[in-house]
């Protein structure tokens, strides 16, 4: 089955630096790589998604890069706020078959300084 | 459009109790999925289902049973609580395989 690796476990930026989270996954197969951001107490919401079908996606002062041939791909927060600390969730999926059942990886904590 | 409700949000058992959690989507969503969440260990799946009256193994099945009856509804079953089913567990529902899943609020169980 998919391991989905992040890193790193915990991330601190001051207000304005840009922020990078890193997935390894191990299933040449998977197509579908969500990202979630959890705030504290609070269930996880997805923020952005990228099918194995496209290199990058942005959205604002968000943006996610895949890179198949060497299974990862990033996150990448510009400008960051205080408002982006949080827990973020990557994950993976080989889809068809495996019925869009999600491996996650452990979790950053992002931490953003004022 | 409440999205996914999960009830309840918070309970206590004793080891060998046993407890229901339900999962209600009102999106018609086919795929339904239970994770437990437990710290630096990310969100594991339990079990899942493709449609009404399916049910499959996740990652972590052991000492968990599930029951998809009607469509809107996902439960998940704890036959005798034990302390190592603490954890916060969320539902998930997905409209198709390799959409994003929409969660619900969470279930946070302690089990003493």
């Known amino acids: 089955g998919e391991n989905v690796e992040q890193h790193p476990s915990t991330l601190s930026v001051q207000e304005g630096d840009s922020a990078v989270i890193k997935c390894t996954y191990s299933d040449s197969a998977s197509n579908y790589f969500p990202w979630y951001k959890q705030e504290l107490g609070k269930r996880p919401q997805l923020i952005i998604d990228i099918r194995s079908n496209v290199g990058e996606k942005k959205d604002q002062r968000i943006a996610v890069t895949l890179n198949k041939t060497a299974k990862h791909f990033s996150l990448h927060i510009t400008e960051t706020q205080p408002e982006d600390s949080a827990v973020y969730f990557c994950?993976?999926?080989?889809?068809?078959?495996?019925?869009?059942?999600?491996?996650f990886g452990q979790g950053t904590i992002l931490t953003v300084h004022p | 459009n409440a999205g996914v409700t999960q009830t309840p949000k918070f309970r206590v058992l004793k080891t060998g109790q046993s407890m229901t959690l339900l999962c209600a989507q009102d999106m018609n969503h086919e795929y339904m999925y239970w994770y437990r969440q437990d710290p630096g260990m990310g969100l594991r799946l339990i079990h899942y289902s493709v449609g009404e009256g399916t049910t499959a193994k996740g990652e972590v099945p052991d000492g968990y049973n599930v029951s998809r009856l009607k469509k809107q509804n996902f439960l998940l079953g704890l036959e005798s609580a034990a302390p190592s089913q603490t954890s916060v567990y969320f539902c998930a529902s997905s409209y198709l395989s390799s959409y994003g899943y929409t969660f619900g609020s969470g279930t946070r169980l302690t089990v003493v």
């Open positions: 994950a993976g999926t080989t889809g068809g078959t495996s019925y869009g059942k999600l491996t």
